[in-house]
Nanobody, 119 residues
Framework: QVHLVESGGGLVQPGGSLRLSCAASGSIFRLYTMGWYRQAPGKERELVADINRSGTTNYADSVKGRFTISRDNAKNKVYLQMESLKPEGTAVYYC?????????????WGQGTQVTVSS
């Protein structure tokens, strides 16, 4: 069994910054693609950014140039540095990891962390 735990959410003013972290624990053999998604009230969950095992990143157009995703394979962690936050960035942010154990490969989700951008 694998568990993902996010941290770092909170209330921030427009133009401010936050850093989200997500740690995986449990029966982990190898980490593949890691990502961050978000879901605003009344909207579908959308991809914010992801990063593959080689370090290649992919960003939603709405966050390019402001958000940076990174990973630490030794610590089983993924991070999302968010700069110049906008009110439309208010959402629950979820981390997502593609993980293999000795017998299976599965995509896991964290429980979500609330980010509120408001003055």
């Amino acid at each position: 069994q694998v568990h993902l735990v996010e941290s770092g959410g909170g209330l921030v003013q427009p133009g401010g910054s936050l850093r989200l972290s997500c740690a995986a624990s449990g029966s982990i053999f190898r980490l593949y693609t890691m990502g961050w998604y978000r879901q605003a009230p009344g909207k579908e969950r959308e991809l914010v950014a992801d990063i593959n095992r080689s370090g290649t990143t992919n960003y939603a157009d709405s966050v390019k140039g402001r958000f940076t995703i990174s990973r630490d394979n030794a610590k089983n962690k993924v991070y999302l540095q968010m700069e110049s936050l906008k009110p439309e960035g208010t959402a629950v942010y979820y981390c997502n990891m593609d993980i293999s154990s000795p017998y299976t490969r599965t995509t896991y989700w964290g429980q979500g962390t609330q980010v509120t951008v408001s003055s």
